[in-house]
Structure formats: C-alpha cells, structure tokens
C-alpha cells in the first residue's frame, strides 16, 4: 500500500535552515506528481510546493517562494524540501501527499513531520 | 488568491442525523472543489474531489454537491467515526486553498 514517511523536522532558531525528506514506498514514485502541505494553528492548512513526476513542473506558494525548494530523487523514492531564512510563520506540520493525477488533489498523506521556529 | 470560507466553524448532532457543511468562494472554482476529513493527530484524509467524486473507500452516506462558488458536503445518517475535522480546498487555480475547517462534534 502506500507509504509516505516524513523526517527532518525539528526545532530550529530563526533564520536557519532545514531540509524535509519523504521516503516514498508501495507505489511506483516516478509516475506521479508530489506535493507539501503544511499545517499550524494559526494558518490552517497551506499547500507550500508541488514538483511533477519527473521533477520539471514545479511552483510554490508565495509565503515560502525564494526561501523554499522541492526537490525529488526518483531513484531513491524521495521527496524533499530546503527550508531557508526561517521564521516563527513557517512553524507547522510538514505533510508530504501524493496527487494521483497531478491535478492538485492530495489522494495520499504521510503522518506529517513537525517543523518548530523558534529562538 | 481563492479565499474559502467554511460555515459553520463547529456543528453539533447526534448520530443518525444528517450534516450539512458549506464552502463559499471568493471567486468561482467551477467544479475544482475538493473535501477532506481530519481526526486529532492523523493527517487530513481525501473524501470527495471535484465536488461530487467520493474518493475509493468513501461511503455512500458522504456526497458533494455546488458549483462556481457555492458548494456542500451532505453526511446522511451520521456515524460516529464521522465526527471530525472536514476541510474544503480549491484547485481551481494556484495556490491551492483550503477553507478553515468545520468541526462536527457531537
């Protein structure tokens, strides 16, 4: 079945840095387009990135454009995402999700990993 | 950006009852409106995309229905596994947006 398991989240000062990965499995990754989606108590839930297939077709939401980056390894069943010039709004759950048909639908979700901000 | 705004921020029933929960956007999304569910700590789950389309699994109890700005999620008959977080979201256009959630709590 399929599997999306997040790591790399953690408490990092303001400013900092951190990378996101998603270990993909039960699928054939290379075939579909993969997404992050984060989540906070103040924001709600917020589509950061999305990257296709082969990693061509990428764009991201504007709160995150210049200080984010998707990235995907085919070869490795993983999903990435560089987290630059961090602030206390970028504070949430880090989901990683699946869209079955690149359309912007999140079919499959991992269990989210937590990115906490903070001095 | 689509704003989505969800109504109401929290619906109380009873098992047995029937749910109905609304999305309005700021601008018309055409059929592009999806709908997911959120239980405390697990990650939102895909229930209907493209107003009316219940994702594999999903049952018949949960429907879609709405165009352009105007959409509703209908639960007959409510389940107690149904109570729950249920967020809206556009794709329309990007960014993809979600609406804020509406608890239905019992």
């Known amino acids: 079945q399929v599997q999306l398991v997040e790591s790399g989240g953690g408490l990092v000062k303001p400013g900092g840095s951190l990378r996101l990965s998603c270990a993909a499995s039960?699928?054939?990754?290379?075939?579909?387009?993969m997404n992050w989606i984060r989540q906070s108590p103040g924001k709600g839930l917020e589509w950061v990135s999305y990257?296709?297939?082969?990693?061509?077709?990428?764009d991201y939401g504007d709160s995150v454009r210049g200080r984010f980056t998707i990235s995907r390894d085919n070869a490795k069943n993983s999903l990435y995402l560089q987290m630059n010039d961090l602030s206390a709004e970028d504070t949430a759950v880090y989901y990683c999700?699946?869209?079955?048909?690149?359309?912007?639908?999140?079919?499959?979700w991992g269990q989210g990993t937590l990115v906490t901000v903070s001095s | 950006e689509i704003v989505l705004t969800q109504s109401p921020a929290t619906l109380s029933l009873s098992p047995g009852e029937t749910a109905t929960l609304s999305c309005r956007a700021s601008?018309?999304?055409?059929?592009?409106l999806v709908w997911y569910q959120q239980k405390p700590g697990r990650a939102p789950r895909l229930l209907i995309s493209?107003?009316?389309n219940r994702a594999t699994g999903i049952p018949a109890r949960f429907s879609g229905s709405g165009s352009g700005t105007d959409f509703t999620l209908t639960i007959s008959s409510l389940q107690p596994e149904d109570f729950a977080v249920y967020y809206c979201?556009?794709?329309?256009?990007?960014?993809?947006?979600f609406g804020q959630g509406t608890k239905l709590e019992i």
């Open positions: 493209d107003t009316s």
């Open positions: 039960g699928f054939s990754f290379s075939d579909y387009y």
């Open positions: 979201q556009q794709r329309g256009n990007w960014p993809y947006t």
């Open positions: 601008q018309s999304v055409r059929t592009y």
């Open positions: 999700a699946r869209d079955d048909h690149g359309a912007g639908i999140a079919h499959h």
């Open positions: 990257i296709s297939a082969g990693g061509i077709t990428i």
